[in-house]
């Protein structure tokens, strides 16, 4: 092909609901890369009241630092509503360790280990015990 012939694939141009796909599986990776992308391409208006994007969408950070969930409330409650399994593992440690709330500390880490979140299976599996 010569170079002044090609045609550029646009991104615009792929139909609404793969587009939503794409996005998804981006957010699933990374949220710094969801963030990024939604930030450049200006005519993604997806957002996390999508259930799409909301169920599957990592977070990766707060995983590490669950603290820092108090700061992204508003962001919480829309992952929470989707079904996030990483959502309800964070959820969980902080009801469980920084409220003193065991029992929704415990349901929230039991619905992150139905969700075959790994961290989430073990701690519920160690805190659920007889003895503790």
Known sequence: ???ANISLFRLDALPEDMLRVIVSKV???SSTDYGNTL???KSLNFN???PLIAKV?????LVKKPHLADRY?????????A??????YVKGISEYFRFGNHFLGLHHLRLASKGNHKEA???YGVLSWPWA
């Open 83 to 88: 079904n996030n399994v990483d959502a309800h």
């Open 27 to 29: 957010g699933a990776t």
């Open 1 to 3: 092909m010569e170079p």
């Open 48 to 50: 996390l009241d999508d």
């Open 39 to 41: 930030l450049t391409c």
């Open 73 to 81: 409330r508003k962001m919480m409650d829309s992952l929470l509503g």
């Open 121 to 123: 299976r073990y701690l």
């Open 57 to 61: 969408l990592s977070l990766g950070p």
